[in-house]
């Protein structure tokens, strides 16, 4: 089997590793912090991020990069949005053959506008890859580490890359589809994070069903406008790592996106809780930069506006909700007409 390693040991990271280890490969799990590699070592289980799973002996820890990286034949990055950049400049540094780069980052770089994908090819040397493969979907890292059945999908500018990543990857537990759309499936599952921090934010002003149904319904619209402004295709949104990455994010107190919209509905600060948490909310940053967008393309993104002005503006949860639910009237299907245009043209 495949000798792979694993870039970032937190839970997503670790529960990959899992899948990976599960399937026989030879896992090189690296992290930034000798702590966690101590220790990890010492109980093989990642009591911070993924407690209580036990990580069997076919993964090893590392903390040095150029060890991890030795004789793989593939790399699967999995450290937040804000770190991809100075990460990657460290693996061009010391790897020295062509591997297979698959990432499972969900975000967007503020201010660039660049998708994971577009970072990595930024910052590595591309004699070093193929093409760079997502994996995402609807897949909490608690349930994929036991071993609960989960789908995801995978793509590639090069569906040879992406077949591969399936292989390695697909099992009893694990579903993995592949696709052609790797704009629609990174912004997928990273645009849906802010519609997240907006269902946590719902619950914890105390709405109920109605108005989280509607958030989702109503954010997984603005997704497509903005994906498909950005190549997409609108059909890649009704799929896993669209409808079905927001459904699970939005509802899911496994959600870290959820559950800092939930602090925040509940009239806490941002700083607060970012600090509370203690992990990263990748939502934030991803608000941001899709605000950011929006204002360049002039697309229409009421949701996720009114979820900037709440975590960068200060502004009060309650009235954003007023604003949203007093905006002028529209025709819902203009929505579905505008994508129908813009997949099979006027």
Not at 107 to 125: A, C, Q, Y
Not at 162 to 190: C, H
Not at 224 to 237: D, H, K, V
Request: proline fraction near 3%.
């Amino acid at each position: 089997m495949s000798k792979i390693a694993v870039i970032g040991a937190g839970s997503w990271g670790t529960a990959l590793s899992l899948v990976l280890a599960d399937n026989a490969h030879d896992v090189c799990l690296w992290s930034h912090s000798e702590e966690q590699v101590d220790e990890l070592l010492q109980k093989r289980v990642n009591e911070r991020y993924l407690p209580g799973v036990h990580i069997p002996e076919n993964v090893s820890f590392h903390h040095d990069l150029k060890e991890a990286l030795q004789e793989t034949s593939a790399i699967l990055l999995v450290v937040p949005t804000k770190a991809i950049r100075q990460v990657c400049r460290q693996i061009s540094d010391v790897l020295d053959h062509k591997v297979t780069l698959i990432h499972g980052t969900k975000g967007i770089e503020p201010n660039t506008l660049k998708r994971v994908s577009e970072m990595i090819e930024e910052e590595m040397d591309d004699a070093l890859y193929e093409e760079v493969v997502v994996l995402s979907g609807p897949s909490h890292a608690e349930e994929v580490g036991q071993r609960q059945p989960t789908t995801v999908t995978v793509s590639s500018k090069s569906m040879k890359e992406a077949e591969k990543a399936q292989d390695l990857f697909i099992n009893e537990n694990l579903r993995v589809y592949t696709s052609p759309d790797m704009i629609g499936v990174e912004l997928g599952g990273s645009l849906k994070n802010i519609i997240a921090l907006g269902a946590g934010i719902s619950d914890g002003l105390g709405y109920g069903d109605n108005a989280k149904a509607a958030l989702i319904t109503r954010g997984l619209a603005e997704i497509a406008r903005l994906g498909t402004s950005m190549g997409a295709n609108p059909l890649t949104f009704i799929g896993l790592s669209g409808v079905g990455d927001l459904i699970v994010t939005c509802t899911s107190v496994h959600s870290r996106n959820w559950k800092a919209g939930n602090l925040l509905g509940k009239g806490n600060k941002l700083k607060d809780v970012l600090d509370q948490m203690g992990m990263i909310v990748e939502g934030v940053n991803t608000t941001k930069a899709a605000h950011q967008f929006a204002e360049q393309q002039h697309t229409d993104m009421p949701i996720t506006n009114g979820i900037y002005q709440i975590l960068f503006e200060d502004a009060a949860p309650r009235d954003i909700v007023d604003q949203l639910m007093t905006r002028g009237r529209r025709h819902e299907m203009e929505d579905l007409s505008n994508m129908l245009s813009n997949l099979y043209g006027n």
